[in-house]
């Protein structure tokens, strides 16, 4: 019987001390003031945003072929070269091309002796046919062989023009100032008419490809200004949309968008980026972006309540507004929040406002 007597006579005095330890805690942390910026929550109207993710392209990005067949004999330019409109890229063996080049102009040189004899012999048969020494038929026949080396001479003239292209496709050379950024053959590589020989881009003007659905395509209008996140770097840049398709893919019911991207020096072709077009007005709840963090997994913001006293909300956020972030729960218009903060404040802890 003692002994439960002293049993609950201990119980109740644990409870007793951590009860006062809590208070005495509480007690501690409101004795404790800690200074910082605060912003008042705010709900106002703002654009709905369709987000969609696109790709990035060089103004001018091109995969350079040949016409001419022959092993590649030299690589003037490597990935990564800056080079000029016309330089010289890759050169390819031209002898084959350059015979080419010779068996045409070897039948023009035929053509024309034989529009030379046909031309002589017309001339002598109209001279004939106006002293009546020859028949109708014999002109009629020496003025269609003279038209027939005529159409002769043109047929090896276009031959001639034709491989005087193809040889000149000899030597691949730039068709912009860019930079070189793929190359697909080596030196002893055999070039076959239209096979990729050497890709290149322009450095400067950067396009972001996207495309949306064909509902919203009636909220996309050219030359609307948009916002762009880079997914490789997180930073913001803004794009003027400049072209929208008239109609919508019959497979993927989408319609295809380019826009222009400023800043266009830090922006590197094949990577992606969200853009947010914007379209009819919503209401959102929007607090400072440095009022949010995140510890354990958790989103937190510290609000300050109507004591002065800091608490601790978890909260749920939606998309960033420029320097703001959306608050979809956690947190009402008009409380005021603490700013600039990357981890947790006590509970009760006084908080003086500095601005």
């Known amino acids: 019987m003692n002994s439960r007597i002293l049993v609950l006579i201990s119980s109740l005095l644990a409870v007793t001390l951590a009860s006062c330890s809590h208070d005495a805690k509480l007690a501690q942390a409101e004795s404790v003031s800690l200074k910082a910026r605060t912003a ?16 990035i392209h060089a103004e001018d990005d091109a995969v350079l072929s040949s016409r001419a067949t ?60 106006e002293a009546q020494a020859c028949s109708q038929l014999e002109l009629d026949m020496a003025r269609m062989q003279f038209e027939t080396a005529e159409g002769a001479v043109k047929q090896a003239q276009g031959a001639v023009d034709a491989a005087g292209a193809v040889a000149h496709e000899s030597t691949i050379r730039a068709p912009f100032d860019g930079i070189v950024v793929e190359k697909f053959v080596n030196v002893g590589d055999l070039v076959a008419p239209g096979r990729p020989l050497i890709r290149i881009q322009t450095e400067n003007g950067r396009k972001l490809h996207f495309s949306v659905r064909a509902a919203d395509g009636a909220r996309v209008n050219a030359g609307a200004v948009i916002e762009c996140t880079l997914d490789n770097s997180g930073e913001r840049v803004n ?84 320097d703001e972030i959306e608050i979809l729960s956690g947190l009402k218009s008009g409380e005021v929040v603490v700013m600039e903060r990357t981890g947790l404040i006590a509970e009760g802890t006084r908080i003086e406002r500095i601005n």
Not at 41 to 55: F, H, K, M, Q, Y
Not at 106 to 117: K, V, Y
Not at 291 to 301: E, Q, S
Request: aromatic letters at 2%; glycine letters at 8%; charged letters at 20%.
């Open 70 to 129: 022959g092993p590649v004999v030299r690589e003037r330019a490597k990935a990564g070269d800056r080079v000029r409109k016309g330089d010289a890229l890759l050169e390819i063996d031209e002898r084959m091309n350059g015979g080419m080049l010779a068996q045409a102009k070897g039948a023009l040189a035929q053509a024309q002796a034989a529009q030379s004899l046909a031309a002589t012999n017309l001339r002598r048969f109209e001279a004939l046919y």
């Open 239 to 322: 794009a003027t949309i400049a072209e929208v398709s008239p109609a919508a893919d019959p497979i993927t019911h989408t319609i295809a968008v380019t826009a222009v991207l400023d800043d266009t020096d830090s922006l590197a072709a094949g990577h992606t980026a969200v853009a947010e077009i914007p379209c009819e007005l919503t209401t959102a709840t929007l607090v400072p972006s440095s009022a949010v963090f995140v510890t354990g997994g958790l989103t937190l913001a510290t609000i300050v309540d109507e004591n002065g006293l800091a608490r601790t909300r978890a909260v749920t956020i939606g998309r960033m507004r420029g």
């Open 40 to 55: 008042v929550t705010a709900t106002r109207e703002v654009p709905r945003l369709i987000s969609v993710r696109g790709t």
